[in-house]
């Protein structure tokens, strides 16, 4: 095989065994087996029906918000806004689906995600519009979307839409828009979320790699000067690609509350996982179908850490320090080149 084709799966998977490694140090300096500590968290989130049902649960949304920011990143924009832009899609998609009662699911689901979508890609414009026509840089904008979104949010769930005590939410979502359940283990279900999805992450590869649009859009990532030069619009570019990201974490948002129960919105609904999507795009080099396997390694590591820290009596911290240190090696690319590079040279790698 063509090293240039291996190198972009040697430098994420080196970076994971790189981030063991150095936590396994770390686990026995604690006074505990690392062996045992690794083997608990692989049954903790492949060991049988209900943990594979839990780790598939948990890499849903975070397939979709890590194409959110990697197709941004593959068109040169820094979408920073997937946690808020996931929070609008699911606020505005619950607010139709909770009124869609009478309507058949062969109408509702479709319906419900399309609006979930539309209120992601409508609040991501706005910082689009913000760099394409006053040069705001959408780090910065998206950032503060992200806290507007997360006010709004609990604004709406503690006043207009307040059902009950407690924890503030919103009513249940209609019957009708819930997604079908694929399997159910106990108290966790399984719905068709995750295929959609995968079936989303395709099709963003195609566009990517097969169309026009991609081709322009990668264009304008790579160098705005030369695909201006070559009569490609900059600032209809950069509000698409914004949309288009914000679009996918609106549906992030909308699938997780048609797919999970309670079925409702909640305050805190995102939990982070907006902000976990650059983790996912960069392990997975911005590639849709890296990122499904970045994201299953980031659920697997998430569902397992709750097996290790009851099993095992390790604090979870170990999975935040795993991360941590797969982010840092994958965004420092050169460390990890040259490890390999001087693996390679050792005939190990030939």
Known sequence: MNRS???????PTVSVLIALAIASVIIIIIGKNPISAYAVMIKGAFGGSEQLANTIVKMTPLVLTGLAVGF???????????????????????????????????ITIPVVIVTGMLGGA?????????????????????????WIAANLASFMVTGPLAVGSGTPKSPEIAESAKLPIMMKV????????????????????IILER????????????????SEYGGISIRKNIILTMAISGALAGMAGIIDIMGVPPHRFVGELTGGRGFDGITIALIGRNNPVGI???????????????AMQISAQIP??????????????????RIVATIINWKRKRGELA
């Open 72 to 106: 941004g990143f593959r068109a040169g924009v820094f979408n920073i806004g997937a946690e808020g832009q996931m929070a609008i899609g699911a606020l505005i998609g619950s607010m139709v689906a909770i009124n869609m009662g009478a309507v058949p699911s062969l």
């Open 316 to 333: 979870d911290d170990i999975v935040i320090i795993i991360q941590g240190i797969v982010i840092f090696l994958v965004a420092a690319e």
């Open 186 to 205: 106990q108290a966790t279900e399984l719905s068709i979320g995750i295929i959609i999805a995968v079936i989303v992450a395709i099709i963003m590869q």
């Open 122 to 146: 409508i609040w991501a414009s706005i910082a689009g519009f913000l760099k394409a026509f006053t040069g705001a840089h959408e780090v910065i904008s998206t950032i503060m979307l992200n």
């Open 5 to 11: 084709k291996i190198y972009p799966l040697l430098v």
């Open 211 to 226: 169309t026009t649009m991609g081709y322009e859009l990668k264009g304008v990532g790579f160098n705005p000067y030369a």
């Open 292 to 306: 499904i396997f970045a994201a299953l390694l980031i659920a697997a590591l998430r569902t397992g850490s709750n």
